[in-house]
């Protein structure tokens, strides 16, 4: 029989579930949006209520334990979700060791950026490479770093937060409140802003009848780009040029074999690519310069395919946790297991 992960991508708006074969397929796929004001028991209830669906889709299923993709910050050796931002009453939360309990499996945890670059190295487009930078450029931009075949977690598991690195000493305030972040000026969200900022509602441009005259989003400018708007067109190549720093400064940091770009505005890849790799050629020095920098492949499942990795790819190279959790959560699993069987009893 097949071996199965349950896999889960736990979003501040939506929590989706899939049951995931070794081979990196989704075999069964759930969502709910998430009851994320709700506190930590219900949205644990509703990722336990979500196993049992997808359980009662494949009754046969071999399924060998569960993967979790969290937001940050969370440390996921120790299986703790510490206090994200977009979770309401989460402090603390050892949602391994409930779902361990509950399940009667082993349970991996990662930051969700990670989960997403482990899924995009392992069965998308980072495939064969040992060293990679995933980045996800959409409302805000997050990332996760493979480096020589392992995530990169660094103290705490704090480490790769791409989006706050900073890049320029001027524009818009960062939400984490420090001004110049690549976050806060090559964002999905701050591209819109500045579409919105270069426009006005009823100037009858592209991008405002595009919008129907309210706020222009990124995905607004990259429609109207692929119409040969030359305005939209002007904002992407901007929009290109701090991508292009932010990604020379990751070339020279991690030196890896590929920079992976997902999220929403990888949509717009093909348009943004020539002044990216024009702003590499730049900036970079030579040695770093022919590194590929590729659009994602997974989409919106590269998280539920990396966190099911977690677990079936467990001993591999990129399971840096496992020899750290194995002893544990082997232990574990069997006392819940014989606790079941003296219940039964
Ligand atoms: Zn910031």
Redesign the pocket.
């Known amino acids: 029989m097949t071996r199965l992960a349950l896999a889960f991508d736990l979003g501040g708006t939506e929590l989706r579930g899939a049951l995931v074969e070794s081979g990196g397929r989704v075999v069964a796929q759930v969502s709910a949006p998430t009851m994320a004001i709700a506190g930590s028991d219900a949205v644990i209830g509703q990722i336990i209520t979500l196993a049992g669906a997808l359980l009662t889709q494949r009754p046969q299923a071999d399924v060998v334990g569960i993967g979790i993709g969290a937001p940050g910050p969370l440390d996921p050796k120790a299986g703790i979700v510490i206090a994200p931002p977009t979770l309401a009453g989460w402090h603390d939360v050892p949602l391994i060791d409930i779902l361990g309990k509950h399940f009667g499996l082993p349970v991996r945890l990662e930051n969700d950026a990670n989960a997403a670059a482990l899924g995009e190295w392992r069965f998308g487009a980072g495939q064969g490479t040992g060293s990679l930078v995933f980045v996800t450029v959409s409302t805000g931009i997050g990332g996760g770093v493979v480096a020589d075949g392992h995530i990169y977690h660094g103290r705490r598991g704090l480490a790769a937060e791409i ?2 690195m900073t890049i320029t000493g001027e524009g818009d305030r ?3 409140g ?1 001004v110049g ?1 690549f ?2 000026v090559a964002s999905g969200t701050a591209l819109g802003r500045r579409a919105t900022a270069l426009t006005a509602p009823g100037d009858g441009s592209l991008l405002r009848r595009l919008s129907a005259n309210g706020d222009v989003s990124a995905r607004h400018v990259v429609e109207a780009a692929r119409a040969g708007d030359i305005s939209a067109l002007e904002l992407i190549e901007a929009e290109a040029r701090w991508l292009g720093i932010g990604f020379t400064n990751l070339l020279h940091l991690y030196s890896p074999d590929l920079i992976v770009m997902g999220g929403g505005l990888a949509n717009g890849f093909d348009l943004l690519a020539p002044a990216i790799r024009a702003t590499v050629e730049q900036r970079a020095m030579p040695a770093y310069r022919d590194v590929p920098i590729v659009p994602a492949q997974l989409g919106d499942r590269a998280g539920l395919i990396g966190a099911a990795s977690l677990i079936l790819w467990e001993g591999e190279p990129g399971a840096p946790l496992a020899m750290a959790q194995d002893e544990d959560s082997r232990h574990g699993a069997t006392e819940h297991a014989d606790a079941r069987e003296a219940g039964h009893g």
């Open positions: 989006g706050h960062c939400f984490c420090a972040c976050e806060a």
